[in-house]
């Protein structure tokens, strides 16, 4: 299982990056792992608002469908439309395979680091 | 008196014993004393020859039509024999839904062939493999894009089937959508009234062309409106109609959908029917029900299998956006194998047959003193007349000859033909017709 | 095999119907569509064989055993297929005179009877197409009443036990409610602790079945359903598993207030490859007023069609599946006082038959009495040996057997759920059983074998990832 040291993560197997004004938000190995083939993305639209702990997309395999937690509030600049055409992305590079970029971030859900979020995963394994 | 339980009352005993339990009434212990139900106030069963000598009597109880001139939405077309052969074979019949799809690959494959048919039919990119009617049909379809950012509404012409109107305002009401129904003018959607009625807040508009009083509505025109502020269009369609004039798909329609009874399928007062929905690829991911799609196994044979299950309600659940689990899935084999046996020729000939019977029965009725065409407008099939007596008088007296007279509608008749009825069949109501009118004149 | 397009040939065809006898109508050529209809070309025989070798690709309960826990795939009567096809009932169109259709709403009417005697109910629709159109259908039930009582705004929850079957969350979502969702306790019924605590002035009803989809008979039912009336809500359920109790307890006398029945289930319609079925709302007196329109009455010996006071309004256009309930008519007369009793204690005596057969090798999920259906755990099979739920059910196929239904209800990670029905024989049990036993000596013995099953079926497991991150949804031309 790969974990970014760069990157913060959330109990709930997001990832976040933050660039100055913009944040970016993806899913982790962990999770993409749990999930198997990942099948399809719905992902919100550019300008919707997102807000810290609540669900802002979610995530299709074949035989389930998984929320997505934003660890963030703020508003949707992008989203990652090479991931709607080519949802393998997803289980393939997740660090890479991101779904949105919020700006005007008000609020940051407590985050932990890189080896915090490992520990956190071992202990969900059990 | 059957209860198709093959073992005996002894074997059945002995298997009781097998699991350490006396009597049947053990089985039931985990039920409360209180609830328990003495006995069913039932008749006793019957055997096999009473019951279809009962079953059978009820049959005999209905008046089988010889001759029918009405449709409203219920279609009488010929139906192949082959159609019924095919449709009755026991393992099509009796089979679950295809989840298991290596135990399945007939009916995924016909499910597959179904989609395409109607695909072909309406112009549209995607088919699901079916809905229950064409009433829900048409309800899924406008709610299809109602989202919970700005398309809040729906719209819906007032020349559409009343029974679709109704559920469609079931469907939307319960979910809090606000549906307007836009009034008919001369009998054809208001073109004005809709322009009126639609705002940016809009999500879908349904129209049927032909629509319930049988005329082609505008659909360039409508369709163009909605588009203008946004809205979708759910275009309702004859699937019969289909074999001839232009589809939903020419006219730039979203979603294309409709009931397809006239697809061999027969009127059975109401019902299995069919409810068939298409859309633009796009709206792929939107379509409700059970859709097949065609992939690979591990040796790379063609294989089909149910897919993109995760918008249904057995993986999405309180976010599905339908509940349809069991569909009409018999009725669309039905509909795949009439369109196969008749094929794109035949199909346009039952088109061009039943419009041109439809035209040769309103021609030759106009010719009566008080028939006539209520609205001067191009018809598919069924036209509104005025009647100069009382309708439900006339259909009275006809019903004495084993016709079904067209439909009381508005003051008038709502007539239909289809191949079925033939020119002497026509000559002979029409004769009929202007005989009772007589005799109601001298009266 | 081929499909029907790669049969087809240009110009091939069958003559149906005559050539039109009247002149023919020239729509102007802005109406026409520009192409034809890629529909196939075929003669009569090609097409018969077609079908012929789908039907070999297909399996029916007339192929075979069928044990798929809570779809109650019991055999199918033939009598009720002859009754079916009877032109004094396919030849009627839907709005013909009432009194040229006495027979076909007597028929609408007595049916209705019958099951509401066989629910414990007062009145009845038949109108719903599908279980699930019976839920929205009864969940409307609920609304409409809170509605008349002024009290919608407020009730806006629907409690559903966490075993629950998806379309019950996703029907209480179309008939405008939220889902609060209650977990089971250890015994596999709903947690009374829980359920208190979730109930509440904003408690519009809850939905149920039982026995649930564990295939256990809840004890606590008439607590259960008294809890939420005492919270002022409504008691919807869900009768997918009336064949483990019809004629033994009555949802009327557990305390529900409306049940929908599934007639392609508990009452022997066939399934059709996935419909036509057809889902009956019954309900308690107070509700009939809200039942969609029309229904059916008897006044004076005659049936009339009439639309009650405060209607829903209308679920589907005319008056059902009016053939299958014709099919369910038969059977509910073939079957009698005695007979639905009998077929339901049928169903669970062979259910836990089998289970007895199989505690040994497999783990049963809740051990002791079930009722019509069971759930095999295969979770500690999948720790020892590797192989899961989804190999045992490939595998069975191998066997001639339809695999039980998978992975539900998901409070069983790696379940296996299955339902014989009454109408097997005891060596089809046996059979059954043995082919299960086998397997599970060919997980200790010969793991990977299982993980590449099926390996005597046209196809192997399918690429389903493939098919929904591809959609190839129709053919291409």
């Known amino acids: 299982m790969k974990v970014l040291a760069d990157l913060k993560y959330s109990k709930s197997h997001e990832w976040l990056k933050e660039d100055g004004d913009v944040c970016t938000v993806g899913l982790t190995d962990f999770a993409q792992e749990e999930l198997g083939d990942i099948v399809f993305v719905n992902l919100p639209m550019v300008g919707d608002a997102v807000t810290a702990g609540e669900t802002f997309a979610d995530v299709e395999s074949v035989k389930a469908v998984v929320d997505v937690y934003s660890p963030v509030t703020g508003v949707v600049t992008e989203v990652n439309e090479e991931l709607i055409d080519n949802p393998a992305m997803a289980n393939e590079a997740p660090y890479d395979a991101w779904l949105i970029k919020v700006a005007e971030v008000t609020e940051t859900e407590e985050l932990l680091d890189a080896e915090a979020y490992e520990a956190h995963c071992a202990s969900e394994k059990e | ?443 | 095999m081929k499909l029907l397009f790669e049969r087809s040939r240009s110009g091939r065809k069958q003559t149906l119907i005559p050539d039109c006898d009247v002149t023919e109508f020239g729509f102007d050529s802005s109406l026409l569509r520009t192409n034809k209809p890629n529909l196939p070309e075929l003669a009569e025989v090609d097409l018969d064989r077609h079908y012929t070798a789908l039907s070999h690709e297909t399996f029916g309960v007339n192929t075979g055993f069928y044990p798929l826990g809570s779809c109650t795939m019991k055999y199918n009567p033939r009598v009720n297929e002859a009754m079916a096809a009877l032109p004094g009932f396919t030849e009627l169109h839907p709005l013909q005179p009432e009194s040229t259709v006495q027979g076909a709403l007597e028929a609408i009417y007595r049916t209705g009877k019958l099951v509401s005697e066989i629910t414990g109910m007062d009145d009845i629709t038949l109108q719903p197409a599908a279980g699930a159109h019976g839920e929205y259908t009864g969940l409307m039930l609920i609304r409409s009443y809170h509605a008349s009582r002024g009290e919608l705004g407020q009730r806006t929850k629907i409690i559903v036990p966490d075993s629950a079957h998806g379309t019950n969350p996703a029907s209480a979502v179309m008939a405008g409610f939220t889902v609060v969702s209650v977990p089971s306790n250890e015994q596999g019924g709903v947690d009374l602790d829980a359920l208190r605590t979730a109930v509440g002035p904003d408690t519009a009803g809850l939905m149920l079945t039982n026995p649930n989809t564990l295939g256990l008979f809840d004890p606590n039912i008439l607590e259960i359903t008294k809890i939420i009336h005492d919270a002022g809500g409504l008691c919807y359920y869900d009768g997918a598993n009336l064949n483990a109790i019809m004629g033994h307890v009555r949802p009327g006398d557990m305390g529900f207030d409306c049940v929908h029945v599934n007639l392609h289930k508990t009452f022997s319609t066939p399934h059709g490859g996935g419909g036509p079925g057809s889902g009956p709302v019954g309900c308690k007196a107070f509700l009939a007023e809200f039942l969609p329109k029309p229904q059916v009455k008897l006044e004076d010996g005659v049936y009339k069609l009439f639309d009650p006071a405060q209607s829903m309004g209308k679920v589907r256009t005319f008056y059902g599946n009016f053939l299958v309930v014709v099919r369910a008519l038969s059977y509910i007369l073939t079957l009698g006082k005695e007979g639905i009793p009998e077929a339901s204690a049928g169903a669970v005596l062979n259910a836990n038959y089998m289970m007895n057969r199989l505690k040994d090798y497999y783990t049963v999920a809740y051990p002791g009495l079930c009722m019509h259906e069971f759930v095999l755990d295969v979770g500690p099979l999948k720790k020892e040996t590797g192989i899961s739920a989804m190999d045992v059910a490939k595998r069975m196929l191998d066997f001639g057997y339809h695999p039980p239904t998978m992975y539900f209800p998901l409070i069983v990670h790696e379940a296996l759920m299955i339902e014989p029905t009454e109408t097997e024989s005891r060596e089809t049990l046996d059979e059954a059983c043995d082919a299960l036993i086998q397997i599970w000596h060919e997980a200790h013995e010969n793991a990977e074998m299982l993980h590449n099953a099926p390996i005597t079926r046209t196809i192997g497991r399918p690429d389903d990832t493939k098919a929904a991150r591809e959609p190839v949804l129709r053919y291409q031309f």
């Open chain 2, 1 to 443: 008196m059957g209860s198709y339980i093959p073992s005996t009352g002894d074997e059945r005993l002995e298997m009781l014993k097998a699991i350490g339990l006396n009597t049947v009434e053990d089985l039931y212990a985990a039920v409360p004393e209180s609830a328990r139900l003495k006995s069913l106030n039932l008749p006793e069963g019957l055997s096999e020859m009473e019951v279809a000598a009962c079953v059978s009597a009820l049959a005999e109880k209905n008046k089988v039509f010889r001759s029918v001139f009405r449709g409203a939405g219920s279609y009488r077309h010929y139906i192949p024999s082959i159609v019924k052969t095919i449709t009755s074979k026991e393992e099509f019949v009796t089979a679950y839904t295809p989840y298991q799809a290596e135990i399945s690959q007939g009916v995924l494959q016909s499910i597959f062939e179904y989609q395409t048919e109607i695909c072909e039919l309406t112009g549209m990119d995607v088919s699901n493999a079916s809905v229950y009617d064409g009433g829900t049909a048409a309800a899924e379809a406008v709610l299809m894009n109602v989202d919970n950012r700005r398309r809040k509404t729906v719209v819906i012409s007032e020349t559409v089937n009343p029974g679709v109107i109704e559920v469609v305002k079931t469907y939307c009401g319960s979910r809090n959508v606000p549906v307007t129904v836009v009034p008919a003018k001369d009998h054809v959607t208001d073109l004005e009234a809709l322009k009126a009625a639609l705002t940016n807040e809009t999500a879908s508009f349904y129209f049927q062309s032909p629509n319930y009083f049988g005329i082609l509505e505008d659909s360039e025109a409508l369709i163009a409106a909605s588009h203008e502020v946004g809205a979708k269009v759910a275009m309702g369609v004859n699937p019969i109609s289909m074999g001839l004039l232009k589809t939903p798909a020419e006219y730039g329609a979203d979603i294309a959908c409709g009931e397809g009874q006239p697809l061999g399928l027969s009127t059975a007062f109401g019902g299995p029917y069919l409810g068939f929905m298409a859309c633009t690829k796009d709206m792929m991911r939107k379509l409700p029900g059970r859709i097949v799609g065609e992939t690979t196994d591990a040796q790379g044979r063609r294989a089909y299998v149910l897919t993109l299950q995760a918008r249904e309600q057995h993986i999405r659940r309180e976010k599905a956006s339908s509940n349809i689990c069991s569909n009409e899935a018999l009725c669309a084999m039905t509909a795949a194998v009439y369109l196969a046996a008749v094929g794109p020729e035949g199909l346009q000939k039952v088109a061009k047959n039943s419009a041109a019977h439809a035209h040769y029965l309103a021609q030759k009725l106009s010719e009566i003193e008080g028939f006539k065409l209520v609205e001067d407008k191009t018809f598919f099939h069924e036209f509104l007349m005025t009647c100069p007596i009382c309708p439900y008088c006339l259909n009275e007296r006809l019903a004495e000859h084993g016709i079904l007279g067209g439909l009381p509608v508005d003051g008038g008749i709502l007539w239909c033909a289809t191949e079925l009825n033939t020119r002497s069949e026509i000559d002979n109501l029409v004769a009929l017709v202007a005989e009772i009118v007589k005799e109601e004149a001298s009266k």
